[in-house]
């Protein structure tokens, strides 16, 4: 049998990562100074519970994903390396807390996710958008990116009547891998979600993101990128899926750089005002630059 070029030879178990991918290995002065803060604040990031790979380059240029609602999620995609669980309660002062911080960091862009909140009735949607109000009272000029769960189909309206500069909801992969990765989503209710944010503030500036190396075709992934320009999603996101564990589902394929600049280049022919498709870039990578791109295409 002829073994496949596009997966590198296992290492224990795990593929090799191809040459191209290469990051900054965390530890300079202003990782540890963000991590410091973080701490003394009892405050969670997606960089760290999802084990970002790029988080030595943002955290050492003071930039970083807030996650707010706890660390423990109520559903366990088979891609994602946040423990999932039973939740301890609910944290009334978060918001506070991360306006503080924003507010220390001198921020001027700030992005906010969560784990899923099953057992709030709104999903947490309420805490959101708490942290958008105190962080706007806190510091004025500091936009605010929501990337946020699908709430249940609860609490939707509350989040964009708090006006975030952009709001991102991911539909992470194409229709067919949806349901074997994220059997607690939906796929057509993702793409809902985004076009109620429309219906409900045309607007508010939209974005998604999705991950590629997951058994999708080239065909399955463009689909899925026509059908968010279909609910009128500005902005995107396209990276690799890297395995957290064994225990999660597979890489079927390593995407080379070539590929990701075709698809960036599809994306932008099919009307986003912005599209980041790269080996390592998620959902709130060089978040500013994106929204900054997004402000020159409605100048």
Known sequence: MTQRSDIPQE????PRLPAWFKVRAPGGEGYIGLRNLLRGETLHTVCEEARCPNIGECWEGRTATFMVLGDICTRACRYCAVTSGRPLGLDVEEPERLARTVERLGLKYCVITSVNRDDLPDGGAFIFAECVQKIRERSPACKVEVLIPDFRGAGLRGMVQARPDVLNHNIETVRRVFHSVRPKGSYDYSLELLRSVKELDPGMVTKSGMMVGLGETWEETLGTMRDLRKVGCDLLTVGQYLRPS??????????APGEFAALREAGLRLGFRHVAAGPLVRSSYHAEEQHSAASLALA
């Open 246 to 255: 064994k225990k999660h589902v597979a890489i079927e394929r390593f995407y």
């Open 11 to 14: 290492v224990e178990g795990r």
